[in-house]
């Protein structure tokens, strides 16, 4: 029997479905995601618990007149498969391949960028707003605000302002109870207490204004569009609470929301996660960082962690599980994250405040007005620094050297290995009279051996790795591995030099020195933004102390990189080992 699914090549397709077939077509379109998800990689959970949701909304709505924004993006898979790229789908987060996430210029169905979460209510306002003024009447504005991503301040500063209008938006609250790990806070325990139909009175979001309809069964395709064209005309702000299982329809995936919202490859019939190499491997950063802390905080009683709902990723889970009462999930709250490690520092206790580098750029204020100007001793663990790979520009952490190297009071350090990211998290927590941040990239680092005893840093100071004579490279964090490997391609001892920076902020100016001395070409080496980075400090220096001396950077250029694995995003900023290789090749050359 032939798929529905094959006949479908957008929505308009779709609409010429009965609404006895539907419920066929989510069982295909669920088929559909998994077998790619299986083998090509991706976000797996969120897109399969909104399954019948994405059909029923481009089944009842006239997308792309109507606007449609998914928050968080990931939930869009099945979306984007209904929208004209279902022959491209196995693409999905490769290089040259459509984004996974939302994508403005990738499809006219792709009404926002939504890589981050908790935009998608201020997004839609503004859309109905623009409707509005351009006395547009008839137009239909929906926002989908799943995986926990209302919790956030942002979402509620939408719905604030929603509330006292009069514009034509639904919110769908897609209520699945988890965000990548499980929900946290007083509005979860809401939630659950309106699905248990033991709620208080007072109905929050009709507090806010909004006409509220649910909770409903999101996996129920036929009461779903029913009740969205009710909706259609109902006049002003409202939102649908509808309740949804993440993974729904595979077994594994439902069993463990955890692990399979990126699951990897799996067996697309049993689930079953596939077994990697059982080759011994250095460990990941974010476990180094992980396991350090539960280390550290068992024998100094004032340390406490904190994440912004990523304690799986980050792997703070260590000492959530260890020590449940000093490590806190603040549900997907940046800002929140960094004000409350402010106030935890001046009451005396050293907060490791660990965020992914990307998204303390939501935070930005907070690390200035509230650590910063106070001169806090805030401990910043920044994870998935640099170029993070197929999650693309919405994830990179390229920028946080940048943005905060020009912050006063702030120290800046990028570890090249383990030993150094347990060593300045030692150092750290011993007392700093003010904030430091330590970023460091997602995956595994270079040493097996790793656990070894602890030594303090000294504040600003660099490690030379080898002596030379002509060029000097300078690299910071674990970029210099990469340097490593092409000296020893190189094979010029003499001539090339090699230098762990360290520190962003602030610089060893007496090392700088000795090179500017010492070499006549100096290269530096980022996996960060070239604009205000590590490299434009080191030309800063040469500047102020008028060195005249050549000095080359390799950074990420003023644009935002692809998606694609990270040995390909580096091919892409031109940091990659072949481009380093060939540059250094022809600078020797030139030196002879």
């Known amino acids: 029997m032939e798929k529905l699914l094959t006949h479908i090549g957008s929505p308009k397709d779709l609409k010429k479905l009965s609404l006895d077939e539907l419920p066929k077509l989510a069982q295909e379109l669920r088929e559909f995601i998994i077998d790619i998800v299986a083998t090509k990689e991706g976000h797996l959970g969120a897109s399969l618990g909104v399954v019948e949701l994405t059909i029923a909304l481009h089944y009842v709505f006239d997308t792309p007149t109507d606007k449609l924004i998914w928050d968080v993006g990931h939930q869009a898979y099945g979306h984007k498969i209904l929208t004209g790229r279902k022959e491209i789908f196995d693409t999905n987060r490769q290089l040259g391949g459509i984004s996974g996430f939302p994508k403005r210029s990738e499809s006219e169905y792709d009404d926002f960028g939504t890589g981050h979460s908790s935009t998608a209510i201020s997004a839609i306002l503004g859309m109905a707003m623009a409707s509005k003024l351009n006395e547009d009447f008839t137009k239909q504005h929906i926002a989908v605000v ?13 719905l604030n302002h929603l509330g006292v209008t009069d514009v034509n938006a639904l919110i769908v609250l897609n209520d699945n109870a988890i965000g990548i790990d499980p929900s946290v806070g007083a509005l979860k325990k809401y939630l659950t ?46 939102l649908l609470h509808i309740i949804t299982t993440k993974g ?7 069993e463990d929301q955890v692990v399979y919202h990126a699951p990897g490859k799996f067996d697309k019939i049993t689930g079953e996660r596939l077994k990697k190499s059982q080759e011994a491997e250095p460990p990941k950063y974010q476990d180094v960082f992980g396991l350090t802390l539960v280390e550290l905080a068992e024998k100094n009683k004032k340390i406490v962690g904190i994440t912004p709902a990523m304690p799986t990723g980050s792997s703070l889970k260590y000492m959530m599980d260890k020590m449940p009462n000093r490590a806190f999930d603040v549900g997907i709250a940046e800002q929140h994250a960094v004000t409350l490690a402010a106030g935890m520092a001046t009451q005396g206790l050293i907060p490791f405040c660990n965020i992914y580098s990307t998204f303390l750029q939501r935070a930005y204020d907070q690390v200035i007005h509230d650590v910063a100007l106070q001169n806090l001793p805030v401990i910043f663990c920044l994870d998935r620094a640099g170029l993070v790979g197929q999650d693309g520009p919405t994830h990179h952490g390229v920028f946080d050297m940048a943005y905060l190297r020009c912050i006063p009071n702030l120290t800046v350090f990028a570890p090249m290995n383990e030993m150094e990211l347990r060593n300045i998290m030692y150092t750290a927590q011993m007392g700093l009279k003010g904030p430091i941040a330590i970023r460091y990239p997602r995956g595994r680092g270079v040493t097996l051996d790793w656990k070894n005893k602890f030594e303090p840093i000294e504040i600003g100071t660099a490690r030379c790795l080898q ?43 007496e090392t700088l020195r000795t090179i500017f001395k010492k070499y006549d070409h100096i290269i530096t080496i980022e996996d960060g933004c070239e604009m205000g980075g590590f490299g434009s400090a080191v030309l800063e220096f040469a500047n102020e102390e008028h060195w005249t001396k050549s000095v080359t950077i390799f950074g990420i250029q003023d644009q935002f990189v692809a998606q694609g694995t990270i040995p390909e995003t580096h091919q ?12 250094i090749k022809s600078t020797l050359n030139q030196c002879d």
């Open 146 to 158: 799943g995986d926990a991503s209302i919790a956030s301040g942002m979402a509620f500063e939408g």
């Open 193 to 238: 207490n309106v699905k248990k139909g033991t709620a208080k009175d007072e109905n929050i979001f009709e507090c806010l204004n909004l006409k509220y309809s649910g909770p409903l069964d999101g996996h129920d395709v036929k009461a779903l569009v029913h009740e969205l064209q009710r909706l259609k005309s109902v006049e002003g702000p409202k």
């Open 248 to 254: 729904k329809g595979l077994k594994k995936a439902e």
């Open 467 to 509: 002596e030379g004579s002509k060029i000097a490279i300078l690299s910071i964090g674990h970029i210099g591995n990469e340097v490593v490997r092409l000296l020893e391609a190189l094979n010029n001892p003499t001539t090339l030099g090699h230098y762990d920076m360290r520190f962003v902020k602030p610089l060893d100016k």
């Open 572 to 583: 892409l900023a031109g940091i990659d080992f072949d481009t380093l290789h060939s540059y």
